[in-house]
């Protein structure tokens, strides 16, 4: 089965601070690449998401950079709020398929 | 507008029991899935379904039983608990595959003793 290696497993960010989440893949051969916020008692929720065929995406303060030679892919929180405290899941999926491959998560606290 | 309605929210179980994990959305969509969730895991497939009377297999498939009578339910059974199988599950679907992103239900806390 292939993986998603997402990291780092945990992070702290000060308030106002850039909070980053890496994940690596090793097959070329997907073509959507989302990433979910899921806040403690709640099911995962869609925040962004980005095809290889672009670098970047931006929607708001979260970016993904999409780096498709080096097979990683990024996401960025700007200006990190206490409110942005959550677990963040990269994921992957070839094109037309439903199957979400998930990474095991980054847990987000952004301290006042 | 519910959403994806999953039913029970917690549920204890001994070993060799049997239960169905109910799962309910009011949007039309085609595609529906369960995902569990173990600590440092992330979320793993168990069965999805791209509609009404069609389902197959996730990466997790074993113990678990799935149908699709209609399109708005998409229940959860497993056939004779195991303690392996003491986790978080979560009802996921999506009106158009995974371009459009999947809503999740809150999922069903499920302890096997």
């Known amino acids: 089965q292939q993986q998603v290696k997402q990291s780092p497993q945990s992070l702290i960010v000060q308030k106002g601070g850039i909070s980053i989440i890496n994940c690596a893949y090793e097959n070329t051969a997907f073509d959507y690449f989302p990433w979910y916020q899921q806040f403690p008692g709640k099911g995962p929720a869609l925040l962004i998401a980005?095809?290889?065929?672009?670098s970047e995406k931006k929607e708001g303060r979260f970016t993904i950079s999409f780096n498709k030679s080096a097979k990683q892919f990024s996401l960025h929180i700007m200006d990190s709020q206490p409110g942005d405290s959550a677990t963040y899941f990269c994921a992957r999926a070839r094109a037309g398929s439903y199957q979400l491959t998930f990474g095991k998560g980054t847990k987000l606290s952004v301290i006042p | 507008n519910a959403g994806v309605t999953q039913t029970p929210k917690f549920q204890v179980l001994k070993t060799g029991q049997s239960m169905t994990l109910q799962c309910a959305q009011d949007?039309?969509?085609?595609?529906m899935s369960w995902y569990r969730q173990d600590p440092g895991m992330g979320l793993r497939l168990i069965h999805y379904?791209?509609?009404?009377?069609?389902?197959d297999q996730g990466e997790v498939p074993n113990g678990y039983n799935v149908s699709r009578s209609t399109t708005e339910d998409f229940p959860l059974r497993l056939l004779s608990a195991a303690p392996s199988q003491t986790s978080v599950y979560f009802c996921?679907?999506?009106?158009?595959?995974?371009?459009?992103?999947?809503?999740f239900g809150s999922g069903t806390r499920l302890t096997v003793v």
């Open positions: 980005i095809r290889p065929d672009v």
């Open positions: 379904s791209v509609g009404a009377g069609i389902t």
């Open positions: 949007m039309n969509h085609e595609y």
């Open positions: 996921a679907s999506s009106y158009g595959g995974n371009n459009d992103g999947y809503t």
